[in-house]
């Protein structure tokens, strides 16, 4: 940082002259970073999550052993390995990644899903992932969608094509009812209510903007 003697004034800039009178500049305190430096919080949680990968590692190799060496079920690795990778996969897409909200809400919520499904088969299957996780998993981001709705008032169409496909998740999870995967349809009747009703209200109250969005859409 420099001082003009003539205006009285401090320069950022890295400049030999004043902008004003052109005077040379009387250097005052030496500035190494003009800027704040942004990458630095990116670094740390990056360097978080090699911290994680590598005790997610370590813990793993931990759990097979103990399984191999005792009589613990196979099942507390394969269940703790999905646990730890899910969590990586939070801090490298949630918290480092660069999508948006939207998307960071349905793609974890779509791998929370089907790890937990793929743990209900690992334990033999009572069905508890489709009757009640998977239509939890539509409320969920039919919660989040109504919320960046609120949030994002100005482009609060843009969630519409997002709505129009959750009711048609809804609409299948009430299907496999009907073909019997799912047993307990409770949850995927209360999720198909919701979406469909958070979508018409969209449609109604949005009016016009709503409508032509759903044009632009469907080029119609």
């Known amino acids: 940082m420099s001082k003009c003697r003539q205006c ?33 919080k990116t670094r740390k949680l990056v360097f978080f999550s090699r ?13 097979i052993n103990v399984c191999m060496l005792s009589e613990v079920q196979s099942l507390v690795y394969i269940i703790g390995g999905l646990i730890l990778l899910f969590g990586y996969i939070v801090i490298k897409y949630a918290i480092l990644g ?5 998307a960071k809400t349905v793609v974890l919520t779509v791998i929370a899903v089907i790890m937990l499904v793929a743990i209900d088969f690992f334990v033999g299957y009572d069905g508890w ?35 129009i496909f959750m009711v048609i998740c809804s609409g299948v999870a009430v299907v496999m009812n009907a073909f019997q995967i799912i047993t307990e349809p409770i949850v995927s009747i209360i999720a198909l209510n919701v979406s469909v ?3 018409l209200g969209t449609v109604i109250v949005g009016g016009r903007r709503s409508r032509v969005e759903l044009k632009r859409r469907f080029h119609i």
Do not use: H
């Open 197 to 199: 009703i958070l979508l």
């Open 129 to 163: 992932s489709v009757n009640y996780v998977l239509p939890s998993g539509i409320l969920l981001i039919d919660v989040g969608i109504l919320a960046l709705m609120v949030i994002n008032r100005k482009n609060w169409q843009s969630y519409l094509m997002l709505q």
């Open 98 to 102: 660069t999508s948006g909200y939207i």
């Open 51 to 63: 911290i994680y990968l590598f005790l997610a590692v370590v813990i793993e190799i931990i759990l």
């Open 8 to 40: 009285n004034i401090e320069v950022l800039d890295e400049t030999e002259r004043c902008p004003l009178c052109n005077t040379v500049l009387d250097e005052t305190v030496e500035m190494e970073n003009m800027y704040p430096d942004i990458r630095i």
